[in-house]
Structure formats: structure tokens, C-alpha cells
């Protein structure tokens, strides 16, 4: 009686640490699959903003503004990406679009009305390629 008691609670209890073991591997893959979405669809943002430059660029004669509310717009959303993950090759193609925004920038004040923005471009294909799962 006091073995098949034992054996009872013997599985009792690995019962339990199975089930704590499998929530906390579901809720850390589940962590994990929702950061990538937060990516994922962050990136389908910024690929529409890289849309919107492009356009800006294009009509830079009619409305200059455009291209800095394009920029600020990508900032904004590079910002979301970046709080949201810790992955290494997110943070590069992060901060190397970044960096290509910093440029147009830079070269928009400097007078120039129709920047290259290829750099962003590739930067941002760069970033949709590392987030996707």
C-alpha cells in the first residue's frame, strides 16, 4: 500500500514539473513567435514608408516636407522595431536603415532635393529579409 502511494505521488509530482516545464516552454516560444510577428509586420511598415520616401522624393518639387515626415515616419517605426527585439541581425539591418535615413537626411538639409535613397532602400530589404521567421 505505501509503495503504490509512493509511486502515486512519485507521478504526482512529475506530473507537475512536466506541465510547469511544457507552460514555460510554450509561453517562451510563443514570446519568441510573437516578437518575430511584431518584426515582421514593423518591417511591412517600414517597407511602406520606403514607399512613401520614394514618392516623396519623386514629388520633392511640389511639397520639400514630404520627404522629412517620410523620414521621421521610418524613425518611428525603426524605434518600435529596436525596443522589441534583441535579436543581433535585427539590431545591424536596424541601425544600418538607420544610418541610410541619417544620410538622406543629411544630404536633404544640405539642399539636395532629390537624394539618392537606394541605400534605404536596400537597408530596408535587408530588414524584411532578417525578420522573416
Known sequence: MAASRHRRRRTAIATALAAVALTTALATGCDAVDKALDCVQTADTIADGVT?????VENASNDPTQIDQSLQTIDTDLDRIGDRT???????????LQKAVDNVRTAVRNGDRTPDISPVTDAAGELT?????
Do not use: E, I
Request: aromatic share 0%.
Open 86 to 96: 534583441d535579436d543581433t541581425d535585427v539590431n545591424k539591418a536596424v541601425d544600418d
Open 129 to 133: 529579409k532578417v525578420c522573416t521567421p
Open 52 to 56: 512613401r520616401l520614394q514618392q516623396a
